[in-house]
């Protein structure tokens, strides 16, 4: 189910917009981190940002006391396990990716985990907002709800 996720997003990254990966940015698929850690995407943005993002489809997002899952906090171990080789080796593993250092000025990671359907509203909302700003989640739901944005706003043009 993973690889099939990562090829659509891959085959129309569109869908990862709200990265504006614009002009000055771009988008890496599957982008090794070293010989340990293999990501899902890496995307430059028009701001000078590195984006580590990722895709955590089938998993649950919390418990029933509305704290991460286990495999939530493993997905935000392994981001932040890949931010830090960046941050320690930066120069070396830009430059590994095909990006110039100079032109990053923020790296940050984002998991993209799950549907929000089936949680309380408020909790999930809380999960969210409990990234430690290195960090932030993303549902499936809301990636949805980014496109439907952007397609209203194209159709205002």
Do not use: C
Request: charged share 25%; glycine share 8%; proline share 3%.
């Amino acid at each position: 189910m993973l690889e099939k996720i990562q090829k659509f997003l891959e085959n129309n990254p569109i869908l990862l917009h709200q990265f504006s990966a614009g002009i000055a940015g771009g988008i890496i698929f599957k982008p090794k981190f070293s010989n340990k850690f293999i990501g899902d995407f890496a995307i430059t943005t028009s701001h000078d940002e590195l984006v580590l993002i990722e895709l955590e489809p089938l998993i649950n997002l919390m418990t029933k006391n509305g704290r991460a899952s286990a495999h939530l906090t493993h997905a935000f171990g392994q981001v932040n396990d890949w931010l830090q080789r960046v941050e320690d080796h930066k120069i070396t593993t830009l430059t590994d990716l095909g990006i110039n250092p100079d032109q990053i000025g923020k790296i940050r990671g984002v998991v993209i985990a799950g549907r929000s359907s089936g949680y309380d509203k408020k909790k999930l909302t809380a999960l969210k907002r409990n990234d430690t700003g290195r960090i932030s989640l993303l549902t499936y739901d809301d990636i949805l709800s980014s496109m439907d944005t952007l397609i209203i706003s194209m159709e205002r043009l």
